[in-house]
Structures are given as structure tokens and as C-alpha cells.
């Protein structure tokens, strides 16, 4: 049997249902009308569905790595993160790494691992903390907005002095 044919439309559909404000039945309607069954629609959605189990890049129980989640206190609740150096790194220059509108998901974690091994302290901050964290499930951060304080930089504070307390970084390096 042939695998269905994804097309552009398909793929604009499902962009429009994770990213914005098509809801899980309209674009299977939508999705069916494109593919011209319902049959074919079932069939097609799993296949342009994102796959985080084949996303990583670097396996998070890389034997390079200390990859782990931490959580330390922040303004103005606890802030969650996560964290990967290089194994028995000694100090290294930081760098933190801002997640997308999505929240701490597993694409900014394996990002995190990859600057890592690239020579640094990597820290990911959950910039959805004070709100409850990014949410488990993928649809449910179609509508997570992220808090934004008046001076963005200041958001990030609590994020920089973590990193200045890690005793394998350098603070003169972070970025």
C-alpha cells in the first residue's frame, strides 16, 4: 500500500493548528477535505505530526554530558531550568538559552545539550515558572502566553545569577 501524498496545504493546516487558532476538529475537517477522506486524513495526520522522540540531536543520557532539570529561586516564584555541561568540565563561559513562545520543550533541551558540548554551561530557563511551567502536552501551549516584564532583560536576572553561582562558569563570560 502507498503512504498518503503530504501536501503544502496539509502541512499549512497543521501549522495552523499547533501555532495558531485552528482547533483539533477543524483542521481534521479541513485535513479530510485535502486529502479527500477521512480515512486518508487519519492516516496523514500522525505523519506530519511533530515528533519529539525523533527530535534530539544529542540523546538527553549522553555520556559526554551532566545534563539534569534544576530549580532555584526566582522573582517572583521558583524558577524552573535546565541545565548540561560538559563532563568533568572545569570554569566555563555560560550561555543561556531562551526558549521559544512554546515554553522549556524537549527541542530547547536537546539545544541546550548541543551548546553544551560545544564547550559551555548551558542553562534553559523556564520563562513559564512563575505561570506553572510549560505544559506537558503540546496543544495545551496553543494558548500559554509568556509573561513579559517592562524591562525584558530584568526577566532574565534571576537566570544570570544562577549561572554566576555555578562554580564551573566564569561570569565574566556569560552570554
Known sequence: ???P????AMINAYDEYTHLTLDRRDFMQKL???????????????????????ADVISPDDTRLEADDITYSGAPAE?????????????????????????????????TRRVALEGFLAMAPDLLS????????????????I?????????????????????DDDPQKAG
Open 79 to 111: 524558577i524552573k531550568a535546565y541545565a548540561a555541561v560538559p563532563k568533568g568540565a572545569e570554569k566555563l563561559p555560560a550561555v543561556i538559552v531562551i526558549h521559544e513562545n512554546r515554553g522549556l520543550n524537549n527541542h530547547i533541551r536537546d539545544v
Open 130 to 145: 512563575p505561570s506553572g511551567g510549560t505544559p506537558a502536552l503540546e496543544r495545551d501551549r496553543n494558548t500559554v502566553a
Open 5 to 8: 501524498k503530504i501536501t503544502q
Open 1 to 3: 500500500m502507498d503512504q
Open 147 to 167: 509573561p513579559r516584564p517592562a524591562n525584558e532583560l530584568d526577566g532574565l536576572s534571576p537566570f544570570r545569577g544562577r549561572v554566576e553561582e555555578e562554580p
Open 32 to 54: 479530510q477535505v485535502l486529502a479527500g477522506s477521512a480515512a486518508a486524513a487519519a492516516a496523514i495526520a500522525p505523519m506530519i505530526a511533530a515528533d519529539s522522540a525523533r
